[in-house]
């Protein structure tokens, strides 16, 4: 970041706040410099800010790529990604088991461009080689399912990719760089809502790619000229959280893991999901994968369906319903009605969504306090 001659040779403590949207510069020599990469240097913030750089080194470090770049959302994360590296007549092959709307932008509206998806259940190693029968440019996968925590082995599908020169990329906003890093496993692009767990406080909506590969300044264009730019203050805020991201998550971790055994035994529910407990259909991969804990969320479904849910809402209003996920306190979610809404009832059906199915985000709290106040929802 450029120095301030006002500040003389102090140097602030916490980044600045860099709130312009345009650079002036001396001459004409200078500008064409910036824009050749041959000095450092910023002219309009939708092609770049020192806030977003800043938090996008810090972000690359983390990631263990060689570059890193801050977007607008999780979703435009993904949508600069697919605009800058796929053409139309191209294929993407997809995890059955996304966020609705990551599902609703490969499966409707790239088709109206000439993109084709196929959905595979990616947990199946088999299933994504017989997809490979016909070429495809990105495999795109989560690293836990939302909402039910379903994991994929990261390492095999990337490998699985590469013999088919295809780009594996993971969304890893559930778990954070904290408990897995996707390049380090051999993923192409490693994309993250920064509005969620590294953000952390519910007060930013951020994205960010990272990736090691030879496509940043693809990438960048595609952001420029697509308008999937940040903000400099929800960057200089996510720069914040980022600070304590690893004592967030690793508290945020314990406590859900001691929440959902606690919730297993409790009345009125009928499972609990969580890839921590041996119950987890893919608990033994993350055992392998994830050196951290399993993370701060989990799903249980409670008897009764939507009625048991409204019941719940209504007598424990202390656990936030809050269609998001990450804040430092605990909060709740219910995917039918909110994340996977826009999915047909067949799909929900498949994936195990069912109208009493809560998503809950664990926070930071005293455990008992969360237990306490979800104890309300369960007499």
Known sequence: MSTDPLLGRSVPLVPPLYQSSVYTLPDLDVLDRIVNLEEPGFIYARDGH???????????????????????????????????????????????????????????????????????????????RQAFREPAKLLFVETMSNPLCRMVDVPRLAEIAHQHECLLVVDNTFATPVLLKPLERGADFAMESLTKMIGGHSDVTLGLVAGRGEHLQ????????????????????????????????????????????????????????????????????????????????????????????????????????????????????????????YVSPAEKKRQGIGDGLIRLSVGVEELSHIQSEMKRGLV
């Open 50 to 128: 020192p806030n977003a750089r800043h938090l996008a080194e810090q972000l690359a470090a983390l990631e263990g790529g060689t570059w890193a770049l801050v977007c607008g959302s999780g979703m435009a994360a993904i949508s600069a990604i697919v605009l800058a590296t796929v053409q139309a007549g191209e294929r993407i092959i997809a995890s059955n088991r996304l966020y609705g709307r990551t599902t609703q932008l490969f499966g409707q509206e790239l088709s109206r461009f000439g993109v084709k998806t196929t959905f595979v259940d990616t947990g199946d190693l088999e299933q994504v």
């Open 218 to 341: 693809a990438m960048s264009a595609a952001i420029s000229i697509w308008g999937l730019a940040s903000n400099p203050f929800d960057c200089w805020l996510a720069g914040r959280g980022l600070a304590t991201l690893p004592l967030r998550m690793k508290a945020a971790s314990a406590n859900a893991a001691a929440m959902a055994d606690w919730l297993a035994e409790q009345r009125g529910i009928k499972r609990v999901v969580y890839p921590g407990r041996a119950d987890h259909p893919d608990h033994e991969l993350a055992k392998t994968l994830f050196t951290e804990g399993f993370g701060n969320m989990l799903c249980f479904e409670l008897e009764g369906g939507r009625e048991g849910v409204n019941r719940f809402l209504r007598l424990a209003p202390g656990v936030p319903f809050s269609p998001s996920l990450g804040n430092t306190t605990t909060t709740l979610s219910h995917p039918g009605s909110t994340s996977h809404r």
